[in-house]
């Protein structure tokens, strides 16, 4: 049996990380999760770049959850230089933000997110986002394999 896909979080916040952490643990997710504390660092993990030219040749995350607001590279430009990469085109990208401007929702659809989920204020309520993000898009969602061309 092959190891679970990683999850990339992009996440600047060192409480919001470990928030996720144990909301994905109590949640039951147990997809390994990687994290990177900017945009700059989410690409180059991404396209094996830099830091990160180890991981050239291994497979792309499940998932990304990517926060908005990052040192270096906001969200926005990382979700479009995701998008316009062959390899990285149909990733799935949820955008995990504390933001509840309608303009960033817009802009995040229009860059093509798949999903914008405004993170909750309680820890309950953060847990059982997380379950909901763990069952549908780590079990029931399909993505067309990193490459294809559409």
Known sequence: MSSPQTILLVEDNPDD???????FQRAGVTHPLEVVEDGMD???????????????HEPLPALVLLDLKLPRLGGHEVLRQIRAHPSTRFL???????????QDLVESY????????????SYNEFVEAARQLGVYWLE???????????
Not at 110 to 121: A, D, E, L, Q, T
Not at 140 to 150: A, C, D, H
């Open 17 to 23: 990380v470990d928030l996720t952490r144990r909301a």
């Open 42 to 56: 989410a690409l180059d993990y991404l396209f094996g770049r830099g830091v990160f030219s180890h991981r050239l």
């Open 92 to 102: 799935p990208v949820v955008i995990l933000t504390s933001s509840d401007e309608e």
């Open 110 to 121: 229009s860059h093509g997110c798949n999903s914008y989920v405004r993170k909750p204020v």
């Open 140 to 150: 029931l969602n399909r993505s067309p394999e990193p490459g294809v061309s559409g």
